[in-house]
């Protein structure tokens, strides 16, 4: 599982690397698109949602007169938060159903055992 986290945390960390790089630039739009493609694909499925979430909220900020996209900020907070999900649907959640599945008499035992103990 530490192979796993390692290369799945080097597949996230490319992009926020190569954005940095275009923020500084002058592709500094394009490089909270590339970073939240590449993120997507590294967390799909929970990143949909929190991508629709910052695109949302970056909008709301540029409406008040904010203009944060591409900025090294919004890059960085937008990884922060694309990672933390990725890495809780990738080694908690998923583990967690797999071990669900994979194990129901179990639970059902412990649950009688936690029912009967009371």
């Not at 990143?47 to 960085?76: K, N």
């Amino acid at each position: 599982m530490l192979k796993a986290k390692a290369i799945w945390l080097f597949l996230a960390t490319a992009p926020l690397v190569r954005g940095l790089q275009w923020a500084e630039g002058p592709h500094h739009g394009e490089a909270l698109e590339f970073l939240a493609g590449t993120m997507m694909a590294v967390g799909f499925p929970t990143t949909l949602p929190v991508l629709g979430v910052l695109f949302l909220s970056t909008l709301g900020l540029r409406h008040l007169g904010h203009e944060v996209a591409g900025t090294r900020d919004s890059l960085l907070a937008a990884w922060a938060v694309l990672i933390v999900t990725g890495y809780l649907q990738w080694f908690v959640l998923v583990p967690r159903l797999v071990r669900w599945f994979r194990e129901p008499g179990q639970q059902a035992e412990s649950a009688d055992r936690e029912q009967g103990g009371r």
